[in-house]
């Protein structure tokens, strides 16, 4: 797909004289005109998919031993590992505008929760590392397209009320991603079946959630509007090439490393406490924690980020939380572990926070739908190295000091970049 290809998810309009003003406006807000019950099942349909996007993630993390043994894996193996999310949510990411625009978001996110649930009951049967490789290939496919498109579906949906369901969806993620780290090894051990079964039984909400879906599947109602509306969204900018948009490239440096810091987190510091002399359930308990802290602030956070002009402040805190927490691993990570899980989980609300901003930089659904996809793929790409990295740091030197240096070097671009991409502006000035 052409990157100045119309990304418009509104129905095909009747044709119209085009409208007298050349300059871009925002586009009508059709969601907040939508029978109650569509909104309703957009909401539940939005909390079950949330939580699923990171279990397959998360669950793995404390588990991460048993499965190098059992798999055969080495470090570096392992680091990779670590990096395939960022990389199929890139690769499939770039996927998801077109899948939206032929297909409709709901369709897209209803497919995504079915891979999902594929990929986590296909992955306890893998015999060997290429194929337990692609088994979580299948479902973080399915993660990345309904990654891109939950700003999506909250700008149409809920185009009145962008901070607050945003606020509930980045809860129910993290609510998700910190149970699976919290019950992982607990749920392993209690059926008795080893780490296969444990890591398989994710696949369960998953399930549910496509059910839930299902409805909103034929659903454009959320994407109908008048023919006016669909002018006026072809003309609020979306033809330029937005590789041409400054803010744009900020925003997917700030996704990219603020998803480097989440991943390495995710993946390597429930390691990290092990080596320190923690049991595998108690260092599952504090990746819980550390997940767990997002909930209160990922409803908490969008809302007060949609209120403000620049989030660039917003910004700086969170990366002084990261620069303590990291600062803690590297120099006693015994000492007062769950000290360092409290404060990498304030840190890691970067993430609730950039999707509010992607929603807040265009002045259209279609805007946001492009800024979405460039952004979240390009930075998963740039999150790709960072986790393969740390993993080969830690063989290499024996121990995670290298490592986790790297990590508190890499918080002084992410908090540029962030205070770049909050600034009040939209990308269709830019184009």
């Not at 990096?83 to 409709?104: D, K, T």
């Not at 290499?396 to 908090?415: C, D, K, N, T």
Request: charged share 10%; hydrophobic share 55%.
């Amino acid at each position: 797909m052409r990157d100045d290809e119309s990304l418009t998810l509104d129905l095909p309009a009747t044709p119209q004289s085009a409208p007298s003003q050349a300059t871009p406006q925002p586009a009508p807000q059709p969601g907040a005109g939508l029978p109650r019950w569509v909104r309703a099942l957009a909401v539940a349909g939005l909390v079950l998919a949330a939580v699923n996007l990171r279990p397959a993630v998360t669950s793995l993390g404390p588990l991460m031993k048993e499965v190098r043994a059992g798999l055969g894996m080495n470090g570096a193996m392992a680091g990779l590992l670590t990096s395939v999310p960022a990389a199929c949510f890139a690769l499939f990411g770039f996927a998801a505008p077109r899948l939206a625009r032929r297909y409709g978001p709901g369709a897209v996110v209803c497919a995504g929760m079915a891979l999902i649930t594929g990929g986590l009951l296909l992955r306890p049967f893998a015999g060997g590392t290429p194929a337990f490789l692609a088994a979580s290939a299948l479902a973080l496919a399915g993660i990345a397209v309904s990654n891109v498109l939950m700003p999506v579906i909250v700008k149409r949906y809920f185009p009145d009320r962008m901070g607050a369901v945003t606020g509930v969806y980045s809860m129910a993620l993290s609510l998700g991603t910190a149970v699976a780290a919290a019950v992982s090894v607990p749920l392993t051990h209690a059926m008795g079946h080893g780490w296969r079964l444990g890591l398989g039984v994710w696949a369960v909400p998953a399930a549910l959630a496509a059910l839930v879906w299902l409805p909103l599947v034929r659903d454009r109602s959320a994407a109908a509007g008048t023919p006016r509306a669909a002018a006026t969204s072809a003309a609020g900018g979306e033809h330029g090439r937005i590789t041409r948009s400054r803010t744009a490239w900020m925003m997917a440096a700030f996704f990219g490393l603020q998803g480097t810091a989440a991943y390495v987190t995710m993946g390597w510091m429930p390691q990290i406490f092990r080596d320190a002399g923690n049991s595998a359930g108690q260092a599952g308990l504090l990746l819980a924690v550390t997940m767990v802290m997002g909930v209160p602030l990922s409803f908490v956070l969008p809302q007060v980020a949609a209120r403000m002009r620049s989030q660039g402040p917003i910004v700086v805190v969170l990366g002084a939380f990261q620069v303590a927490g990291f600062a803690g691993l590297w120099a006693a990570p015994a000492a007062a572990p769950w000290v360092w899980a409290l404060l990498l989980g304030v840190a890691n609300c970067a993430f609730p926070l950039v999707l509010t901003m992607i929603g807040m930089r265009s002045r259209t659904g279609a805007g946001v739908v492009r800024l979405s996809a460039f952004a979240q793929s390009t930075g998963y790409l740039i999150s790709i190295p960072g986790p393969i990295l740390v993993g080969a740091l830690n063989q290499s030197s024996g121990g995670w000091g290298l490592p986790i240096a790297l990590m508190l070097a890499l918080v002084v671009p992410q908090v540029l970049c962030g205070v770049l991409a909050g600034r009040n502006r939209y990308i269709e000035d830019e184009l």
